[in-house]
């Protein structure tokens, strides 16, 4: 992973002073909360339903087991115990005197961490596929790309007031598990025909109030002029970008309203005067980001596989967690652990401190200390031994986080919802718990197969629901919450929005609603082997509408 130089460690120190002089003003009454604000937001503080939050950056997702080991001593030391692992690959703690805060920051940055840009009208988090540099499919590692994305944006003069958030994924595997399309750059990393490295460039997706699938504006860019491309992009949306209403504000709207034909024509005319400037990116750059990001030295361990068949056969609950939650690495000898956040009954993403304590554990000695955050709020051990995976099994046993769900119909994305968001309009904490619980018995699982439930609580789309095979969304009406149902969404290379599939339900009912439409996937699919969403996408919304409503007049 990346490492700070000594401008990198300066300039982190000297943010956590001012804020920290900032916080002083503040809570002495010098400096009004209106005045504040913008200052508290640039450091990653919200002020949420019930107290102050504080947004974690974690670039691209990766962390070392230091770095997470800081976390758990943050939980503790300022925090309720826990933290909160976000679909941008963040980490969240919702309860943190404002008086600490400063004191925290401060402990972030001696391990090389921040909360830069986790908030405001700036480039946010650059994420990535957080099976980085060990899937077997993919073409290249994005993480070097993420982190040059990431260093050009940081504090940028030009983009720090931009006319909304602004967000960017990257991707450098045949499978899209970063949902490059629902960003407002998605980057793919491909190679031409003499093979050598650039991207496919999306612009425009994104999902909140008017979800939107980003167009595809290059399929083919050369990796010199990937900051070139990328601020002729922003500059567009800068100087083009609605700031008279937010909620038509982001550079979706602004493809949308000025033409995808349109926007390439002037994104190719800014590009045309930046290609052959100083933001031309020298080989020997990319070479040397890249070599931070050189994979492990990873020593055959080819008794793993014998040993493997063994373990399974001896313990079932073991062979599951294998089956579901262990894929398959670039050396056979290795596979990618998936740490599911979502125990049958838990809050999807929380893990306590003694969880992220004993997370870094394994990860130093099972997995050549890399731990990742996945957008789907789950961690990631990405290199470890098959001859190991029974070790690192009973250490997640032991921490309650050995549930073999990973892509399940529990494993549920979740926003905090109306338990902590200011903006919310509903619960989606409980929410999640009830359908976990009640679709909890394992073999269940099995047989329903792949299901992504993604739950929001208003329509900021915190939860990604617009792109969950199955979807919720909390709205208020006549001051009671009320969800409605998508159907048919995915965030991988082949996106889909959800469709509405009718009037929404009320809290006691949404579980019912879930199972409804589960049972009606069961008796209509073809065999075992096609899943929810391909099923949906063949018989189409109408099964379902009767299934739920009894008539389509109903559903209306």
């Known amino acids: 992973m990346y490492r700070y130089d000594e401008f990198d460690h300066a300039f982190v120190t000297e943010r956590v002073e001012q804020f920290r002089d900032q916080v002083q003003r503040r809570l002495s009454g010098e400096l009004a909360e209106d005045a504040f604000k913008p200052l508290r937001l640039m450091n990653g503080v919200y002020l949420q339903l019930h107290a102050y939050m504080l947004r974690i950056a974690i670039p691209y997702g990766t962390l070392s087991a230091r770095q997470l080991r800081m976390l758990a001593h943050i939980a503790r030391t300022y925090d309720r115990g826990y933290g909160h692992f976000t679909t941008r690959q963040n980490l969240q703690f919702n309860w943190p005197k404002l008086s600490d805060i400063p004191d925290a920051l401060a402990d972030l940055a001696s391990v090389e961490m ?4 986790t908030s ?4 946010r988090n650059v994420t990535a596929d957080h099976f980085a540099g060990a899937a077997a499919d993919e073409i290249a590692d994005p993480r070097p790309y993420a982190e ?7 504090v940028h003069p030009e983009f720090s007031f931009l006319p909304r958030k602004f967000k960017i994924a990257v991707t450098g595997a045949e499978r899209d598990r970063a949902a490059i399309q629902v960003h407002d750059i998605g980057l793919h990393v491909k190679t031409n025909d003499k093979g050598e490295i650039g991207f496919a460039v999306y612009v425009g997706g994104g999902q909140g109030r008017t979800p939107m699938i980003a167009k595809l504006i290059r399929d083919f860019l050369p990796e010199e002029d990937l900051l070139s491309y990328t601020t002729a992009i922003v500059r567009v949306y800068n100087l083009h970008g609605r700031r008279d209403n937010k909620y038509k504000a982001r550079i979706k709207i602004l493809v949308h309203e000025t033409g995808t034909e349109e926007l390439t024509r002037q994104v190719e005319a800014e590009f045309a005067a930046l290609k052959d400037t100083e933001l031309k990116l020298p080989e020997k750059d990319v070479q040397s980001i890249a070599a931070y ?5 990873l020593p055959e361990r080819a008794e793993g596989w014998e040993n493997l068949a063994r373990w399974k056969k001896a313990d079932s609950g073991f062979s599951r967690w ?17 740490i599911s956040l979502k125990p049958i009954g838990g809050i999807p993403g929380d893990a306590s401190d003694a969880q992220m304590d004993a997370i870094a554990d394994l990860a130093e000695e099972y997995a050549f200390d890399e731990i990742r955050v996945s957008h789907e709020q789950n961690l990631i051990l990405p290199h470890v031994a098959l001859a190991d995976l029974e070790a690192v099994y009973r250490g997640l046993v032991a921490i309650n986080l050995a549930e073999a769900n990973a892509g399940l119909i529990t494993d549920i994305i979740a926003c905090p919802g109306l338990d902590y968001c200011a903006l919310a309009n509903a619960r989606s904490i409980p929410l999640a718990q009830e359908i976990s619980r009640r679709f909890g018995d ?3 699982q099995a047989e329903i197969g792949e299901l992504k ?3 929001s609580g208003c329509i900021n789309a915190c939860g990604h629901h617009h792109v969950g095979h199955i979807g919720l969304l909390g709205v208020e ?3 009671a919450e009320l969800y409605q149902i998508t159907l048919g969404g995915s965030g991988d290379e082949h996106t889909s929005i959800g469709e509405i599939i009718g009037r929404g339900f009320e809290p006691d009912r949404v579980t019912d609603a879930i199972e409804t439409i589960v049972d009606t996937y069961l008796g209509l699919r073809l065999d075992h082997s096609e899943n929810f969403l391909a099923a949906y996408r063949r018989v189409g919304p109408q099964p379902f509408k009767t299934a739920l409503y009894g008539s389509a007049a109903e559903a209306a």
């Not at 405001?120 to 480039?123: R, V």
């Not at 040059?148 to 940081?154: D, E, G, H, M, N």
């Not at 294998?322 to 998936?338: E, F, I, R, S």
Request: some cysteine; hydrophobic content about 35%.
């Open 453 to 455: 439930i993604k739950i």
């Open 477 to 479: 009406k006549k001051g």
């Open 442 to 444: 394992a073999e269940r």
């Open 148 to 154: 040059i994305l990431r260093q050009w944006s940081s």
């Open 114 to 117: 921040h909360a830069l840009q």
């Open 293 to 297: 990001f050189a994979p492990p030295a």
């Open 322 to 338: 294998v089956q579901q939650n262990v894929q398959p690495h670039k050396n056979p000898d290795y596979g990618m652990v998936t």
């Open 120 to 123: 405001g009208n700036c480039i």
